[in-house]
């Protein structure tokens, strides 16, 4: 069977990768694709819609597909926990919404760094971020860095809250989930990770570089091929992977 994708943001960079990758596949199939004077009404007919436009934009695109009834899968950065609770909260309450799939990073290895920090995070009680981004994002922390803090801190929920101290100092980094995140925006730069985790005489730093854009290719198709058939919220990569780690799907 043949799906058919809409892409908000198909005039940006990885709106226009998704669309080559759609159009070279066999099982996907470009139903419309969207910039910022398109109608939404052009996703109406889709099996799926992939949103992958800024952080003002993607609020309103996922209430239209969850309204309409069409899965999306949203690459969009910028989304609180807060604000993927209340979609969730509204799913739940229409049994004809369509499914959320919101994907901080499409790249596999990110995806398995964020994991490894989550395992290790149980032994170390010193914990901190430092994600660096190209300076055209528009958001920090990265999703992606926001992603693995509120995991690290979920494994952390018996043993307790990293070891943050003074915290309340700017410089400190935003506290997400207890753990200082640190953002860099630099010119010249596509992604990073660092997950630097300190413990009696030790440290242990999980690294992850993004150094092109073909790193998302694989999580595209995944998450793009899975959305049809999947039903509620669904938050992360991972979840659509089989891990093989304790508390991974």
């Known amino acids: 069977m043949t799906i058919r994708v809409a892409v908000a943001g198909a005039t940006g960079k990885m709106g226009r990768l998704a669309i080559g990758l759609i159009e070279a596949s066999d099982d996907l199939e470009l139903h419309a694709a969207l910039d910022s004077r398109s109608s939404l009404d052009e996703m109406l007919g ?19 597909a969850t309204g309409a009834g069409i ?11 807060d604000r993927i609770a209340e979609i969730a909260q509204f799913v739940r309450g229409h049994e004809d919404a369509g499914a959320v799939l919101f994907i901080p990073n499409f790249s596999i290895g990110s995806v398995l760094g964020t994991a490894f920090s989550a395992l290790a995070a149980r032994f170390f009680d010193s914990i901190e971020i430092v994600e660096a981004h190209h300076s055209g994002k528009v958001d920090s922390p990265s999703g992606t860095a926001v992603r693995t803090a509120e995991l690290i801190g979920d494994a952390r929920a018996a043993v307790g809250p990293v070891s943050a101290p003074h915290a309340d100092q700017r410089a400190r980094g935003q506290l997400v989930s207890g753990v200082p995140v640190h953002s860099l925006r630099l010119s010249g ?18 690294a992850h570089s993004t150094v092109s854009s073909s790193a998302y290719v694989q999580g595209i198709l995944l998450a793009l091929r899975r959305a049809p058939a999947a039903s509620g919220v669904v938050v992360g990569l991972d979840a659509l992977l089989d891990l093989g780690l304790p508390g991974a799907s």
């Open 46 to 64: 889709a099996d799926v819609a992939l949103d992958v436009t800024h952080p003002a934009a993607s609020a309103g695109i996922v209430e239209f």
């Open 71 to 81: 899965p999306i899968v949203v690459g969009t950065s910028g989304w609180s926990s």
């Open 189 to 206: 730069m596509l992604a990073e990770q660092r997950v630097v985790l300190g413990g009696e005489g030790e440290t242990l730093t999980i």
